[in-house]
């Protein structure tokens, strides 16, 4: 059967006939289902309403994407929510909900390289989601608003999305709250304004962000507008309730830690930086999270919101896992282990404890030794010990191998080497190799790969 509909298409030439559907999932490995195949998402356009009374969310997403193969229908992530209308290229398609894919079936197939525009008008009241580690996602409600902290898959909980940190994007999101109230999210803020009562907020993120680090806060919070020595733009928002002295005293050094980790991981990669400070209701967990530009700290009344190691944690995230990317979960101590080798470096910097008895410590745990960290068993065990402390003691070993030159080398162009994508564990381990005449299988396949303790350091 030849389809007429090919002369229409753009780009890519001829739709076979009867192209397949793609895949629900990307087959990651430890998250099979989480993303989805067939294209490639380049920017997200959201447009939200928010009632935090209710709880409500009603939004419309526009997703700009590039098939990457010739399709007759093609998945979206999407938990809850009640989806109304999906159209492709301006025109009606069917849609179908199972589970937490929406399968999009547009009226004509797609082409083979064809850029195409979904747009899902959707609303419900977004919900909190249980990992397969006990912990929370999604959307946390707040008693003046809400929180959106999505790692690994929780971004579909408030927008219809590719959930797979391998399709990074651009985003525009506009979200309109009762006037009186902010909303703080990635990028930078390119508008507000005021009307009837509600404020949009525009905020606008050029850089590829994983769908993993897309956040969105709204409620009361203190604002402080302000920039770094060097000229980079601070937008940070604090919960009142959770602005401790200890908090405030972490987000004063915000830029003297931006400017230590620039000189280790190379100039800051994002043209603003901040943080997010909320006040979660008791009970629900939470977790901080290196959300793209202005990581997000959850507080909880009796400890303090931001503590210093953690921000410089969530920190120097933004070179590793933000701006050079994990290209599949399994690959999530790229993230972890340089994230915890930061925190040893800077307590040593501090005056604190040593790396090296960050590192003796470490051997010495018990639940640090599970499984190798290149290989979480399952995906309850991603954010699991092995994977922050065996991922530093990793990079701990490797300097010792290699020697300061060589490391301090690696630490600084290994984020540049991937900026604004994603990287696998194997590409890591080529390029460390690249730097050092010593041959470093047997570190890699003792402390990356191994899963029997080794005796000693
Ligand atoms: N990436 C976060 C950190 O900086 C941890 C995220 C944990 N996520 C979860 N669902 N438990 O360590
Ligand atoms: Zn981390």
Redesign the pocket.
């Known amino acids: 059967m030849l389809l007429t509909c090919c002369v229409a298409c753009t780009g890519g030439g001829a739709v076979a006939s009867g192209a397949p559907a793609a895949a629900p999932g990307l087959g990651d490995r430890l998250l099979p289902g989480a993303g989805n195949g067939g294209y490639d998402v380049t920017h997200y356009g959201l447009d939200l309403s928010y009632d935090p009374t209710g709880g409500r969310l009603t939004g419309t997403a526009v997703l700009t994407a590039t098939a990457t193969e010739a399709m007759s229908a093609f998945d979206l992530d999407l938990s809850g929510l009640t989806v109304g209308s999906v159209r492709v290229d301006g025109r009606p398609a069917t849609f179908r909900r199972d589970g937490t894919e929406l399968t999009v079936r547009p009226d004509r197939p797609l082409a083979r390289g064809a850029r195409f525009e979904t747009t899902v008008g959707y609303a419900g009241v977004p919900q909190l989601l249980t990992?397969p580690?006990g912990?929370h996602?999604g959307w946390f409600r707040t008693d003046d608003g809400a929180l959106a902290l999505g790692?690994?898959v929780g971004a579909m909980a408030w927008f219809p999305c590719n959930d797979h940190p391998s399709d990074k994007a651009a985003y525009d999101l506009t979200v309109s709250v009762p006037a009186g109230l902010t909303a703080v999210s990635n990028g930078e803020l390119a508008g507000t304004a005021t009307r009837g009562g509600r404020t949009a907020y525009h905020w606008r993120t050029t850089a590829p962000m994983a769908t993993y680090l897309a956040t969105l806060g709204i409620g009361h919070y203190t604002v402080t507008r302000t920039s770094t020595p060097s000229g980079l733009p601070l937008y940070i928002a604090v919960d009142p309730r959770s602005d401790d002295p200890q908090t405030a005293d972490a987000l004063r050094r915000l830029p003297e830690v931006l400017d230590w980790e620039s000189g280790l991981f190379g100039r800051y990669p994002f043209a603003s930086s901040g943080a997010i400070v909320d006040h979660l209701p008791k009970g629900v967990g939470g977790?901080?999270?290196?959300t793209q530009n202005r990581p997000a700290f959850p507080g909880d009344a009796g400890a303090p919101a931001v503590r210093l190691d953690t921000l410089v944690?969530?920190l120097s995230?933004q070179w590793f896992g933000d701006w050079a990317t994990p290209a599949s979960w399994s690959d999530i101590w790229l993230?972890?282990g340089f994230?915890t080798y930061a925190e040893w470096l800077w307590q040593e910097h501090e005056g604190g404890t040593t790396v090296a008895a960050n590192a003796a410590a470490a051997l010495a745990g018990t639940s640090d030794w599970a499984f190798p960290p290149a290989a979480p068993p399952t995906a309850a065990q991603l954010?699991a010990p092995p994977v922050y402390s065996r991922g530093a003691l990793v990079l701990y070993e490797l300097r010792r191998t290699m020697g300061d030159r060589a490391f301090l080398t690696l630490l600084r162009t290994w984020p540049a080497a991937h900026a604004g994508g994603n990287a696998t564990t194997a590409e890591f381990t080529a390029f460390a190799q690249r730097l050092t005449p010593h041959d470093l299988r047997p570190l890699f396949a003792t402390w990356l790969y191994g899963s029997a303790k080794p005796a000693h350091l």
Not at 287 to 290: F, G, K, T
């Open positions: 990992d580690d912990s996602e790692e690994p977790y901080a999270l290196e944690h969530e995230h993230n972890e994230a954010f």
